[in-house]
């Protein structure tokens, strides 16, 4: 989450002005309980029910959304059911890191990487904000590629970006993303070849490597349970779409937060993938919103992580009867047992 105002206000990104394609709606209690049909109307189709959330909370959080939510049907096909300005090229902040982390994988899986190679933390490379590594004070560790990547997607470790940038420079991130079909996912290239900015995305382009991600596609089918299995963890972030869950609940959703600020106010994003109780991706999503205030509230009591926390809870209530039974593919995690020590 590094503040770099005066270079993201230089190279701004198109008009944040643009349309929406999804309206405004009255506001629903922001507990969460918005999936009830509004007074004298009947039930609702699901995906209707997560339309109008979507736009009640857009409503009350305020800024502009980009977004994408997709659902498989009964019929198990997949279905856009929010489709809100979803080819915005945006900065993706930390959700970037999970398209580095892609990046990284297909480089073990083409045997020019190892999991289990060893590269040394040393103080010079140490970047603060959001992670684990800048708390230690002290540095001289050697960890694997393995666990740089853990830190990366499980506490969006900064530090660990620049140990990606190692082993897969920036030119090569974007050659990697290129020829996996993503047209606007990139990394922002500095002087340093090993470096970079996090760089831009889409709703739509997340959306589609959210969808292989599961469908195991995108990757070897060991990349990605080895990715899944990070961004399924429990351990992982709880402030959004994952807040009003049981812990069974959470370990059902593989989530990629988001968070920053530039010229025209805070950022706030999260991405994810919901799985049916068979392990079988049913339903994605990809939020982006910016220009939204309250920029040094980067909690759970943000107005658009607040938004997140609701869809959360009606994207997964709206799942809970489906079941995706032509998967291709399926995930599952280990079972959570708690440990005290010995």
């Not at 995906?47 to 939510?69: C, F, M, N, T």
């Not at 740089?148 to 082993?167: K, Y």
């Not at 996912?185 to 970079?196: I, L, S």
């Not at 382009?205 to 995108?218: M, P, Q, S, V, Y």
Request: proline share 4%.
């Amino acid at each position: 989450m590094a503040k770099q105002v005066s270079r993201r206000a230089a190279i701004g990104i198109g008009a944040a002005t643009a349309a929406l394609v999804a309206t405004p709606g009255s506001a629903t209690a922001a507990s969460g309980a918005g999936t009830a049909a509004p007074s004298g109307v009947g039930p609702q189709p699901t995906p209707e029910i997560i339309r109008r959330v979507y736009r009640d909370q857009k409503a009350r959080a305020g800024g502009l959304w980009h977004s994408h939510v997709a659902m498989v049907d009964s019929a198990g096909a997949l279905a856009v059911v929010v489709d809100d300005d979803a080819d915005r090229v945006t900065y993706g902040y930390s959700v970037q890191k999970l398209a580095v982390a892609v990046a990284v994988m297909d480089k073990i899986d083409r045997g020019e990487l190892r999991l289990d190679q060893r590269l040394d933390l040393t103080a010079d490379i140490i970047l603060g904000g959001s992670g684990i590594y800048f708390l230690q004070t002290v540095w001289g560790d050697e960890v694997t590629v393995a666990n740089f990547l853990t830190a990366m997607l499980l506490v969006s470790d900064n530090t660990a970006v620049r140990m990606c940038g190692r082993v897969v420079p920036a030119l090569e991130i974007n050659q990697i993303l290129a020829a996996k079909g993503f047209t606007h996912t990139r990394v922002e290239p500095v002087a340093n070849p090993n470096r970079f900015y996090l760089g831009v995305t889409t709703p739509r382009e997340t959306h589609d490597l959210l969808w292989r991600l599961a469908n195991k596609t995108l990757l070897s089918a060991r990349s990605c349970n080895f990715l899944l299995g990070i961004l399924r963890w429990i351990n992982g972030y709880h402030d959004g779409v994952r807040r009003d869950m049981s812990s069974a609940e959470r370990s059902r959703v593989a989530t990629k937060y988001g968070a920053d600020y530039d010229s025209r106010g805070a950022a706030r994003h999260e991405v994810g993938i919901m799985f049916d109780a068979a392990g079988a991706p049913t339903l994605t999503y990809a939020f982006f919103a910016d220009s939204l205030g309250d920029l040094d509230n980067y909690g759970g009591t943000h107005p658009a992580v607040r938004a997140h926390a609701v869809l959360g809870r009606t994207m997964f209530d709206a799942i809970a009867p489906i079941t995706n039974r032509v998967a291709r593919a399926h995930h599952s995690i280990p079972h959570f047992r708690p440990v005290n020590g010995g």
